[in-house]
């Protein structure tokens, strides 16, 4: 007897999708938001049918390292996937990047550029990894002023024209580690041809892009990250051959295998400072709040493609004469991971909103205490739910979630990086507490936490109201007293920051399921925040320095 079963299928990926289009009917003007549904409903159309199946077939497709040509010349090309290439005319057709800078709806625009990237890039093999370092430089540029190279390579990387669209990549991983970059050892030398570049970065990702921002210490410099300057440099010279880089090897990693991320030698490449020779690490700030947003919403879309597979495969996959969609506990289990979905997707939205009014300028001084502690908030709470749930999505297909040929365990081997990606969970909840070290932060984010939960008039709602509010409370004590006691402070920052984030989800939650209920989107969401709140808020317990360290 021969076995046969159904995978999974999916449909349009914007039509498909309530949560978004209740989300963009809540945000976006009527006019804006029916202005820009045929493109979005043109990515998801693409999203689920054409570049998924393409997914699937160029599955065992992966980068490859040429690195002397037939004639013994070091060439060192990199040549991506076929799926690769197609998302990089893709990505300036729909202007994925250039959106954000074409400021068409002001600060509005970065929910559109993230909307549409959210729509398709689940179906692109992770290319999102070269357009958050291309947004994050295209800022970096934008936000220090340098004429001269804002004049040479911001119309690249925001260009909607395939032939003319450059790719970015950021180089600060070194051999010393890749959090504490003040331990940076490239140096920077002056000589008649300008600035050139000696060392080695051990973890650079898209190594095919045309330029890079990367931090090196120019020589006399002091130690520390004050030390360090940073460089603007592209990766060719103009007779095509590398500029002083060599390409050592790419990297054999658990997931993101169809991103070229290589080990670099820099031997004399051209570079030319970007805002002078010190503070490198602060003049990096805008990228990071950028690469960090486009993390957050990354685990969003990573976590919707997984529930988007599992529910489809539900209704075909039939054990004990039923589909598994009928099955209470089934279904059970994927009613919690719906919640947990759409409390992500509102936070990381909620940083896209916030980055969106601070580059528009809109931004009141709450917003910006905001932005500064919801960004690192929102890239480590989702980071943690995206490995939970794309490891939940791959057991409900059993034996079949384990096996490569199906597609499905690369949702958990890449989605296992974003919790990595741009700061680990335990770095990004120490960058929290920076955030709040700035005086009424705290109270800032109170409340706007407070504000959101104000509007629930919805009785169901009330118990999720005050779970937040408890949380909320029990933080702001624990932070009091953690105060006096910095060791203690640090050793509880991962459960405090996750309660914040935990918090603030929970908080959009149930404003958007007020809004939801009120213009006829049905009681989803309200039931999502409900599931939400009895999957815990509250993090924070009484565990002292002296156990975590008996434990370690």
């Known amino acids: 007897m021969s076995f046969f079963q159904d995978g999974p299928r999916l449909g349009n990926q914007y039509d498909d999708d309530s949560l978004l289009q209740g989300y963009l009917?809540?945000?976006?003007?009527?006019?804006?938001?029916?202005?820009?549904?045929?493109?979005?409903?043109?990515?998801?159309?693409?999203?689920?049918?054409?570049?998924?199946?393409?997914?699937?077939?160029?599955?065992?497709?992966?980068?490859?390292?040429?690195?002397?040509?037939?004639?013994?010349?070091?060439?060192?090309?990199?040549?991506?996937?076929?799926?690769w290439r197609e998302a990089a005319t893709l990505t300036?057709?729909?202007?994925?990047?250039?959106?954000?800078?074409?400021?068409?709806?002001?600060?509005?625009?970065?929910?559109?550029?993230?909307?549409?990237?959210?729509v398709i890039q689940p179906s692109l093999d992770v290319y999102s990894c070269p357009l958050a370092m291309?947004?994050?430089?295209?800022?970096?540029?934008?936000?220090?002023?340098?004429?001269a190279l804002i004049d040479r390579a911001l119309p690249h990387l925001t260009s909607r024209d395939p032939a003319e669209f450059w790719t970015s990549g950021q180089w600060m991983t070194e051999r010393t580690g890749g959090s504490d970059v003040g331990l940076t050892e490239t140096v920077a030398r002056q000589t008649p041809e300008g600035w050139r570049l000696y060392g080695t970065k051990w973890f650079t990702s898209a190594m095919t892009a045309q330029m890079a921002l990367t931090l090196a210490r120019p020589e006399g410099n002091g130690p520390g990250g004050k030390?360090?300057?940073?460089?603007?440099?592209?990766?060719?010279?103009?007779?095509?051959?590398?500029?002083?880089?060599?390409v050592n090897r790419l990297k054999d990693k658990l997931g993101t295998r169809k991103v070229p991320?290589?080990?670099?030698?820099?031997?004399?490449?051209?570079?030319?400072?970007?805002?002078?020779?010190?503070?490198?690490?602060r003049h990096m700030s805008p990228m990071l709040n950028v690469t960090r947003t486009w993390t957050a919403v990354g685990a969003v879309w990573f976590m919707r493609r997984a529930m988007a597979l599992a529910r489809d495969y539900a209704s075909r996959r039939v054990q004990f004469g039923a589909p598994l969609s009928q099955k209470p506990l089934h279904v059970d289990t994927l009613a919690g991971m719906e919640a947990e979905f759409e409390g992500a997707f509102l936070l990381a939205f909620r940083a896209v909103e916030l980055l969106g009014r601070l580059e528009a300028k809109t931004a009141t001084e709450e917003d910006l205490q905001l932005q500064r502690l919801v960004t690192p908030l929102a890239k480590l709470t989702t980071g943690k739910?995206?490995?939970?749930?794309?490891?939940?999505?791959?057991?409900?297909?059993?034996?079949?979630?384990?096996?490569?040929?199906?597609?499905?365990?690369?949702?958990?081997?890449?989605?296992?990086?974003?919790?990595?990606?741009?700061?680990?969970?335990?770095?990004?909840?120490l960058d929290a507490l920076r955030a709040l070290a700035k005086e009424g932060t705290l109270e800032v984010f109170h409340e706007d936490v407070e504000a959101r939960l104000a509007g629930a008039k919805d009785s169901r709602l009330k118990p999720c109201v005050k779970a937040a509010q408890d949380a909320l409370e029990h933080a702001r004590g624990w932070m009091s007293q953690a105060?006096?006691?910095?060791?203690?402070?640090e050793a509880g920052a991962r459960?405090?920051?996750?309660?914040?984030?935990?918090?603030?989800?929970?908080?959009?939650?149930?404003?958007?399921?007020?809004?939801?209920?009120?213009?006829?989107?049905?009681?989803?969401?309200?039931?999502?925040?409900?599931?939400?709140?009895?999957?815990?808020?509250?993090?924070?317990?009484?565990?002292?320095?002296?156990?975590?360290?008996?434990?370690?």
Request: with cysteine; charged share 20%; net charge negative.
């Open 227 to 246: 030390g360090l300057a940073l460089f603007y440099v592209e990766t060719r010279k103009p007779d095509g051959l590398m500029n002083g880089i060599f």
């Open 92 to 118: 300036a057709r729909h202007g994925l990047v250039a959106v954000a800078y074409e400021q068409k709806s002001a600060e509005l625009s970065r929910i559109h550029q993230f909307a549409l990237n959210y």
């Open 25 to 83: 009917a809540r945000k976006l003007p009527e006019e804006l938001r029916r202005s820009l549904t045929d493109g979005f409903r043109e990515l998801g159309e693409l999203s689920g049918r054409y570049f998924y199946e393409f997914q699937l077939r160029d599955r065992l497709n992966e980068p490859t390292l040429t690195q002397w040509d037939a004639w013994g010349q070091r060439v060192d090309r990199i040549d991506v996937t076929p799926l």
């Open 483 to 489: 105060l006096a006691n910095p060791a203690g402070l």
């Open 385 to 429: 739910q995206t490995v939970a749930l794309t490891s939940e999505a791959l057991e409900s297909f059993g034996g079949a979630g384990y096996v490569e040929d199906t597609g499905l365990p690369r949702l958990l081997a890449d989605a296992q990086v974003l919790s990595i990606w741009e700061g680990t969970t335990n770095v990004l909840s």
């Open 134 to 147: 291309t947004d994050g430089a295209a800022q970096t540029l934008v936000s220090l002023g340098n004429t």
């Open 495 to 552: 459960r405090f920051a996750l309660t914040l984030g935990r918090t603030m989800e929970l908080a959009l939650l149930v404003e958007h399921a007020q809004w939801c209920w009120d213009h006829g989107h049905g009681p989803k969401v309200l039931a999502a925040a409900r599931r939400f709140m009895r999957h815990g808020v509250n993090l924070i317990t009484d565990m002292d320095l002296d156990d975590s360290q008996l434990l370690a």
């Open 261 to 281: 991320t290589a080990e670099l030698t820099l031997d004399g490449a051209l570079a030319v400072p970007v805002a002078g020779l010190t503070d490198g690490i």
